[in-house]
């Protein structure tokens, strides 16, 4: 019989049991997948709401005033300097330091200058001894002329000698004078008390006639110079109240203004106030940027805020207006805002707030633009 010409099927085998323990333990993992652990914890609830207080935006009756920006002037600024030519010998001081009235400042070579006043002082005495000696020559002239022994020319000789000789004696003395003065410009002197803020030349130096040495000024008191626009200007005079904030010191004080420069700046537009401050312990330093405010006796109607409810990110300031949000929810709206005059602790809105809208008075940490709030 011949052969099949198809090969047989093999016939598949069956899988082999699985042991006891392997089923035990699938049934076991089993179990625990359907109810031994527990469910997985739910995704994270939102927020609560932040607790906040809120204000209605409405317009109150404020006290008219002018705030202008100022800057810190001593009230004396001088630039001490010399009328000679000459080397400087010696510079005692140093910028920063503080100088008493007279102090010296610095000191030039003067030789030549001391010689100069030795001889205009021989020049004095010798003048001195020919004035007595013309003086004793007119007595005798004098005598002789009263007994008849000298005729009336030679008391007239003896007369001019004694004027020739007295106007010799002051001519030598107010040469005298002049080179003593002339002495005197060999030293450079503080001439009051204040601080010396610059310095010009080092020891050694060539010093030039009117060339200014040094910078000294007077800080106490100080004025605060402010800038106020030509439509601010009218209503004010010399001693109405001002109000002065320096910043960068902490600095608070009320007082009155000094005077009104009745020229202003054509650029700017501007006039100059001034208002003098006492500054006896020197916290008040000569550039410092201050804030003058004048008041007005008049007040008018303005939509305020506080501070405290003022946002700063960078150079723009905001609010937090409560709107409805999400389900009608109070939420948090970052509102750009534009700043007008500050009251005290009160500051104009110009626009960006509406009356009747309601806004955060103080932000707590963590409130951002559109969060829940509760207030």
Not at 188 to 213: C, H, N
Request: some cysteine; proline content about 9%; hydrophobic content about 45%.
């Amino acid at each position: 019989m011949r052969p099949s010409a198809f090969p047989r099927p093999i016939p598949r085998r069956r899988p082999a049991a699985l042991p006891a323990a392997l089923l035990l333990l699938g049934l076991a993992a089993g179990l625990l997948a359907c109810g031994g652990e527990p469910a997985a914890a739910p995704a994270d609830a939102a927020p609560a709401p932040l607790p906040v207080t809120v204000e209605t935006a409405a317009y109150r009756p404020v006290a008219g005033e002018v705030v202008a920006t100022g800057t810190v002037e001593p009230s004396r600024r001088v630039r001490p300097g010399t009328k000679v030519l000459g080397r400087v010998d010696a510079v005692p001081v140093s910028e920063g330091q503080r100088v008493a009235s007279g102090q010296l400042l610095a000191r030039l070579e003067s030789r030549d200058l001391q010689a100069a006043v030795r001889q205009a002082e021989a020049a004095v005495a010798a003048a001195l001894a020919q004035l007595e000696n013309a003086r004793a020559q007119h007595g005798r002239m004098t005598e002789l002329q009263a007994r008849g022994s000298a005729t009336a020319k030679n008391l007239e000789d003896a007369t001019a000698a004694l004027r020739t000789a007295e106007a010799a004696v002051e001519q030598a003395e107010a040469t005298a004078a002049a080179a003593g003065v002339t002495l005197g410009y060999a030293e450079v002197r503080s001439p009051f008390d204040g601080w010396v803020v610059a310095k010009e030349i080092e020891t050694g130096d060539m010093v030039q006639p009117g060339r200014p040495l040094f910078t000294v000024e007077d800080l106490d008191p100080v004025k605060v110079v402010a800038e106020v626009p030509e439509a601010e200007v009218q209503g004010f005079s010399p001693g109405d109240p001002a109000r002065v904030e320096v910043a960068a010191v902490g600095h608070r004080a009320e007082g009155a203004l000094e005077r009104i420069v009745p020229s202003g700046d054509r650029q700017a537009r501007t006039f100059r106030f001034e208002v003098v401050l006492p500054n006896p312990e020197g916290l008040l330093k000569s550039g410092m940027f201050a804030r003058v405010t004048l008041p007005r006796e008049t007040t008018r109607e303005a939509l305020t805020v506080p501070r405290t409810a003022l946002v700063r990110r960078g150079q723009l300031v905001g609010v937090f207006v409560v709107e409805p949000g999400a389900e009608d929810r109070p939420a948090a709206r970052l509102r750009w805002v534009r700043l007008g005059e500050e009251a005290g602790d009160q500051v104009e809105v110009l626009s960006g707030l509406a009356p009747g809208e309601r806004y955060v008075t103080a932000p707590p940490p963590g409130l951002e633009d559109g969060a829940e709030v509760a207030p």
